[in-house]
């Protein structure tokens, strides 16, 4: 009884939201009714533009985030671990997290060019810096006392970063990968509106700027049911990769 009854509850918001939606389009040109989405969605999603435009956008998603997941956390590390650095760092690390990175598309395009790779850097650029910030801080968190402890037993090295350093600060980890999945969807379609003859987000621009209005409606619908199934993905990869955190029952959730 607990599984339809939390069915019901997830479905409720969105079906009143769709509902909504419905009354307030009235025939409207630039706010079409859910159907008249719905058919354009079909239509123009389930045809070559997949491939064309769908996949390599999330191909281009999937490589930046791994990218800036491993200079998160492969930088994040030795910077929480050492004082010094980290007080060393630390300005020029704000510095360049306060810089919006949309800024910086122009930039990325004079020293990289406008290929794929320009795409793939953008995202990058943004995505790195809640990963670095929050395994800084998760390391710089660790519990002394079992630092100590792992010092007595002989814990050193390789071992001593994987089953105390990463394993410990694993939770604020997680929560900076959560943050860049949502930054890096973001960047994916601000990247694609520039200089960009294929992808998302320059094929929403083109239905925009072509007065397609419901196929452009159709885009941001697309751009968020990706958002929320790489969401419910993370979540369910976050349950079992911090199973020993939130409980035995975490891996099953």
Known sequence: MRRPARLLTLLALPALLVLAWWAVSGGSFYLPSPDRVGRAFVETWFSERLVVDVLPSVGRLLAG???AALLGVGLGVPIGLSPR???TLEPVLEFFRAVPPPVLVPLIMLLAGIDTFMKVLVIVSGCVW???LN???GVRALDEVLSDTCRMYGVRGPSRLRRFVLRGASPQIMTGLRQALSIGIILMVISEMFASSSGLGFTIVLFQR???ITEMWSGILLLGLIGLG????FRRLERRVLSWYYGSGAARA
């Open 85 to 87: 650095l980290r007080a």
């Open 135 to 137: 395994t800084v801080e």
């Open 130 to 132: 809640p990963i670095l």
């Open 65 to 67: 985030y791994a990218m």
């Open 230 to 233: 790489l969401s419910v993905l």
């Open 210 to 212: 072509q007065f397609q």
